[in-house]
C-alpha cells in the first residue's frame, strides 16, 4: 500500500516549456488535491476533484489545468511555465470530500528559469 | 474569506517539556480542524482532526481542543522528544466545505 505517489520528485524547466505533474493514490480516494507550497506563504489550493470525472478550480488556478484520468489518477499540468510557479507541489487525497482527513504525497520539486 | 494564523513561527523547547501551539481562524462557521507534521523535505502527515461539534481529540501525547467561539484551537504536546522536531501546521475548512486553508505552520524545535 504506497498511499499518495508522486513523479517527478524533482524537476528543472525553462520559461515557457510544459510539464505534467504525475499523482496516483492506491486507497480508493474519491477526491483528489493539488497543493503548492511557497516560503512564507502556506499550501495554497490549486484544484480538486471531488469524485472522478469532476475537477474544481482552488484558490490558485491560474498557470494550471487538471485531469482526473480515473479514480486512482490526479495530472497537474503546466502549460508555459513561469518563474512565478517554481515552487512545491503536492498531491493529496481524502475519502470522500476535503472535510475528511487528507492523505499527502511527498511532494514534486519545480524549479522554473 | 477564511484566514488561519499561527502563531509562534517557531519554538525551541528542552526535551521532557510540555508545550502549546497555537491556531487562529476568522470564520467560526468550519466543518472541521485538522493539523498536520511536515518534516523537513517530505510531505504532511495528518495528525489530528477535530470536527466542529466537538471539543477535543487526543492521540498518544497529542492532544487537540477546538473553541469555536473565540476562533482558536491549541496542539498539546506532552513531554516533548527529539523525534517531534517538525513544522505542526494547522488547516481550517472554508465557509463552503470545499477547501482546507492552511496556516503558515510552526516549527518546533526539541533539544535534547
Known amino acids: 500500500n504506497a498511499g499518495v505517489t508522486q513523479t517527478p520528485k524533482f524537476q528543472v524547466l525553462k520559461t515557457g516549456q510544459s510539464m505534467t505533474l504525475q499523482c496516483a493514490q492506491d486507497m480508493n480516494h474519491n477526491s483528489m488535491y493539488w497543493y503548492r507550497q511557497d516560503p512564507g506563504m502556506g499550501l495554497r489550493l490549486i484544484y480538486y476533484?471531488?469524485?472522478?470525472?469532476?475537477?474544481d478550480k482552488g484558490e490558485v488556478p491560474n498557470g494550471y489545468n487538471v485531469s482526473r484520468l480515473n479514480k486512482r489518477e490526479f495530472s497537474l499540468r503546466l502549460e508555459s511555465a513561469a518563474p512565478s510557479q517554481t515552487s512545491v507541489y503536492f498531491c493529496a487525497s481524502s475519502t470522500r470530500t476535503v472535510t475528511d482527513t487528507q492523505y499527502f504525497g511527498p511532494g514534486t520539486r519545480l524549479t522554473v528559469l | 474569506k477564511q484566514e488561519v494564523t499561527q502563531i509562534p513561527a517557531a519554538l525551541s523547547v528542552p526535551e521532557g517539556e510540555n508545550l502549546v501551539l497555537n491556531c487562529s481562524f476568522t470564520?467560526?462557521?468550519?466543518?472541521?480542524l485538522q493539523w498536520f507534521r511536515q518534516d523537513p523535505g517530505k510531505g504532511l502527515t495528518s495528525l489530528l482532526l477535530i470536527q466542529s461539534s466537538q471539543r477535543e481529540q487526543t492521540s498518544g501525547r497529542l492532544n487537540a481542543s477546538l473553541d469555536k467561539s473565540s476562533g482558536r484551537s491549541t496542539l498539546y504536546i506532552a513531554a516533548s522528544q527529539p523525534g517531534d522536531s517538525a513544522t505542526y501546521l494547522c488547516a481550517a475548512t472554508n465557509q463552503a466545505g470545499t477547501a482546507l486553508i492552511f496556516g503558515k505552520g510552526t516549527t518546533l524545535s526539541v533539544s535534547s
Open positions: 470564520d467560526s462557521a468550519i466543518y472541521n
Open positions: 476533484s471531488a469524485s472522478e470525472g469532476t475537477t
